[in-house]
């Protein structure tokens, strides 16, 4: 089964500060998502990434950035947090042509 | 873009009766329409889905039904039971390009199955 690893499992920020949550998946796929999770909201997906050095806006991407320096790495970087940002966000992974995804564990993050 | 409506935001039912989620989606050209699971504090995994090309899809104790014409799909969960409670999301997907594909989710339904 795809490995989706995605770190800190836990974050507490403050507001204004920079946060870096990482994503890593070893199955060689290609396509690469960040989402976030909120009650009342579902998933919404803030950014995604076809390939190595590729990043695409998502439907909310305000307020994020992301980097995909590798095959295997996917980054999503909050340069000023706001408490508005605080959510479960879910990292996933899924092959070229194929819709399944592989989804991380989640990360909590907290903006105080 | 595409939207996805989730129905039903709980629902419960008795172990052993049959559980539907309703799904409905804006785009006529989505072509794809997973179901994802995720039990409590945990991620997400896929369940099951169904193509454009037919109307209905069975895995076990999962029914999948689409109709085009409404923009409308189903989970239909047979003789539940208690492992079956968790979140349950819809999506429908676009083709965004080549042979990539973007994920539009629902905002989940919670089904408790209660002995």
């Known amino acids: 089964e795809a490995a989706v690893t995605q770190s800190p499992r836990n974050k507490v920020a403050v507001t204004g500060g920079k946060v870096t949550l990482s994503c890593n998946q070893t199955n060689n796929h290609n396509n690469m998502y960040w989402y976030r999770q909120d009650t009342g909201h579902g998933l919404r997906l803030i950014h995604y990434?076809?390939?190595?050095?590729?990043?695409e806006k998502g439907d909310i991407p305000d307020g994020y950035k992301a980097s995909r320096p590798s095959q295997e790495n996917f980054s999503l970087i909050l340069e000023l947090a706001t408490p508005s940002q605080t959510s479960v966000y879910f990292c996933?992974?899924?092959?070229?042509?194929?819709?399944?995804?592989?989804f991380g564990s989640g990360t909590r993050l907290t903006v105080l | 873009g595409e939207k996805v409506e989730q129905h039903e935001s709980t629902l419960s039912v008795r172990e052993g009766d049959s559980a539907v989620i309703n799904c409905t989606y804006t785009d006529t050209a989505s072509s794809y329409f997973p179901w994802y699971k995720q039990e409590a504090g945990k991620s997400l995994h896929f369940v099951i889905d169904i193509r454009s090309n037919v109307d209905r899809k069975q895995s076990q104790r999962l029914i999948v039904l689409l109709d085009k014409k409404a923009k409308r799909f189903s989970l239909h969960i047979t003789a539940t039971q208690p492992e079956d409670s968790a979140i349950y999301f819809c999506?429908?997907?676009?083709?965004?390009?080549?042979?990539?594909?973007?994920?539009?989710f629902g905002k989940g339904t919670l089904l408790t199955v209660t002995p």
């Open positions: 990434s076809y390939g190595a050095g590729s990043t």
């Open positions: 996933a992974s899924g092959r070229r042509g194929a819709e399944t995804l592989y």
């Open positions: 999506a429908a997907s676009l083709n965004s390009g080549g042979s990539n594909y973007k994920l539009t």
